[in-house]
């Protein structure tokens, strides 16, 4: 665990303080989840249930008429894992969520091609875990369709992960933030309205991008942290990570506000970018 993760733990405990005064929208954000972790992560699920209220995605656009602290549960890249959670513990806690998937990684059709994708396009450390290593896997099409058969919502990570303040062609990028819309749609049938940009801060994305993104999908989201509650009518979302080893001291302090302060900054730049628009 990070020293500044570890220092929040503590602080949390000590205080079981909230900076929020009003009812909170909290959107988190899960990557890949070892098989060793699901149990973890699901009593982190199971302790927020006691004082959150998990909503479904297709409740996104009245949440802020629900009077109580709510919790959006999103899953980014398209791993084989999170397909695993959720038949085993979303299920169970009948609890659904947006999968954003990156279109070129769902489409490998091995595990080999999946580990390298992995490697080239999203973690270049992912061969230093031996064990993550092994279990690398990707999500193909047909996953996605049970998702989607059981009420979870399909989002858009574009086609390669590219960081996209990097791509410097207008066609480039229009590909990598459109295609995997049209993509997505074609082969699951179905509309494609949420995009996650690639690594999710605000040096990986602009004015420009954003633009972009808003022509194309109706809701964006971020990985920048912070609560949704009552914001101003946008189309960007904040979100926490969670990690699946997180303990729930650290996850109740992220929720509760004690690192909000330091993305400021970001979170006001990227509500001027929606102004902009």
């Given at each position: 665990m990070k020293l500044h993760h570890r220092i929040l733990e503590k602080i949390f405990k000590f205080s079981n303080y909230s900076f929020h005064k009003m009812p909170s929208f909290r959107i988190l954000n899960v990557h890949d989840i070892l098989e060793k972790d699901f149990d973890n992560l699901e009593k982190i699920i199971i302790n927020l249930k006691k004082n959150w209220q998990f909503i479904k995605p297709s409740e996104l656009s009245i949440v802020n008429k629900i009077n109580q602290n709510c919790i959006l549960l999103t899953f980014d890249d398209g791993y084989k894992s999170q397909k695993y959670f959720a038949d085993k513990v979303?299920?169970?806690h009948s609890i659904k969520a947006i999968f954003f998937v990156i279109t070129n990684f769902v489409k490998c059709n091995s595990k080999y091609e999946a580990k390298k994708?992995?490697?080239k396009s999203v973690d270049?450390?992912?061969?230093v875990n031996s064990i993550r290593f092994s279990e690398i896997n990707n999500m193909n099409f047909e996953d996605l369709k049970e998702l989607i058969f059981n009420n979870h919502l399909i989002g858009s990570?574009?086609?390669?992960?590219?960081?996209?303040?990097e791509i410097k062609d207008l066609k480039d990028l229009t590909f990598e933030i459109q295609n995997s819309k049209n993509q997505l749609e074609s082969a699951l049938n179905t509309k494609i309205?949420?995009?996650a940009w690639t690594y999710g801060d605000i040096n990986s994305i602009n004015k420009n991008i954003y633009k972009l993104i808003k022509k194309n999908y109706q809701n964006i989201f971020s990985g920048i942290r912070g609560d949704n509650f009552k914001k101003d009518e946008t189309s960007v979302y904040f979100?926490?990570?969670?990690s699946p080893f997180y303990s729930e001291d650290l996850v109740k302090a992220f929720l509760n506000g004690y690192s909000d302060f330091y993305y400021y900054q970001s979170?006001?730049?990227l509500l001027n970018f929606d102004k902009d628009v």
């Open positions: 979303l299920k169970k994708f992995v490697l270049k450390n992912l061969d990570h574009t086609v390669n992960h590219k960081k996209l303040t309205n949420n995009f979100r926490d990570e969670l979170r006001k730049k």
